[in-house]
């Protein structure tokens, strides 16, 4: 854990982010006693409103966490595993992936995996 003030406490998660593979990628989740907050590091990305080009990867993750917050491990695994599947077969990803997939089109792909592994099991 790192305490520091927000404008440094920013630009070291922004280069932690880069080692995963960008913001794209990092979820994010604030926890205190009372609330918590699960988003995407890189905040809501408004600039990429309505152009279905943003990776939706940081905030499906920070779904994960949510899930895995409120005690819900199974589905948090079967999210996460979905996601890594469609990343790895690299088919429908965005273009920070090196793909050229939309917003929408690598959802549906993670959503087609949740489901295919929902009637398979």
Not at 18 to 30: D, T
Not at 32 to 60: D, I, R
Not at 101 to 111: K, L
């Amino acid at each position: 854990m790192l305490v520091l003030p927000n404008l440094y406490g920013d630009i070291v998660s922004d280069l932690c982010a880069g080692l995963v593979g960008g913001l794209g990628v990092a979820p994010g989740a604030n926890i205190g006693t009372e609330a918590a907050v699960f988003e995407a590091v890189h905040g809501s990305a408004p600039k990429y409103a309505g152009q279905n080009k943003a990776n939706p990867t940081a905030l499906m993750l920070s779904g994960v966490l949510l899930l895995r917050h409120i005690g819900r491990q199974a589905a948090a695994q079967r999210v996460e595993d979905a996601i890594r599947a469609v990343i790895a077969e690299g088919r429908s990803v965005t273009y920070d992936l090196g793909g050229s997939a939309g917003t929408s089109q690598f959802a549906d792909a993670i959503v087609a995996r949740l489901e295919s592994v929902a009637t398979t099991a």
